[in-house]
């Protein structure tokens, strides 16, 4: 099935231990995420809440034509738009410099650089004084499996993958086999996200969390 996905709504939902002297779990769900999309898969706004399943932000994004990305409004409160960045890009979608107008009127603009493998290596950013602000050189390091899982040269990550490729269960293990984290993912008849398993031991030295997001879609009616 190839139907085109519409909306996202995320829920998440914490496994809470009652007390310090009950080993108990209560599960606690709220709103975790919206996201919103056009008939060609752009992504049109999204929305983050917080743990009480209340509003935190939003972004409203738009696109050309060609369906390079163009503008991203940031909304701190539903109804005001605290930022907005517009976007300039090459005949190939790449981005060369974008302008990010603030509440108070102030622009700052970024160009972006690139090396001959159109790899991003350099972004300058000045103010509306036309001074250089911020200059940084882009390593381009890998990227970790997830932001969650501690990344250092003794830990061991093992990924299973189903027979469509996907990843199912991605795991790190520390030098002496003890598991640290474990991301688990079931998807649906879509091969869409489903739900998605996190749990990762704090080790004593941040809080261990356990939580699930599930995910629900809405599709756009194909024509009949």
Do not use: C, W
């Amino acid at each position: 099935m190839n139907n085109k996905i519409k909306s996202i709504v995320i829920t998440q939902n914490d496994f809470i231990i009652r007390n310090v002297t009950d080993e108990e779990l209560d599960i606690r769900g709220h709103l975790s995420n919206f996201t919103e999309f056009d008939q060609s898969g752009h992504l049109l706004k999204e929305i983050k809440y917080d743990r009480s399943g209340l509003f935190e932000d939003m972004h409203i994004y738009t696109y050309d034509d060609k369906g390079f990305l163009i503008t991203d409004s940031y909304y701190p409160e539903e109804n005001e738009e605290a930022e907005k960045i517009t976007y300039e890009n090459d005949e190939t979608g790449l981005v060369v410099k974008t302008r990010k107008k603030y509440l108070d009127g102030s622009v700052d603009t970024t160009v972006y650089s690139y090396d001959e493998n159109k790899r991003l290596e350099k972004m300058v950013t000045t103010s509306d004084d036309g001074e250089p602000e911020e200059v940084e050189v882009i390593e381009n390091p890998e990227r970790p499996l997830s932001d969650d899982i501690p990344d250092t040269e003794e830990n061991e990550a093992r990924i299973t993958r189903n027979e469509k490729g996907q990843i199912v269960l991605e795991e790190v293990f520390s030098e002496d086999d003890q598991l640290l984290s474990k991301i688990e993912r079931k998807y649906n008849e879509d091969e869409n996200l489903s739900e998605v398993e996190v749990f990762i031991d704090g080790q004593g030295k941040r809080f261990t969390r356990h939580y699930i997001l599930r995910y629900e879609y809405t599709y756009f009616t194909e024509p009949e």
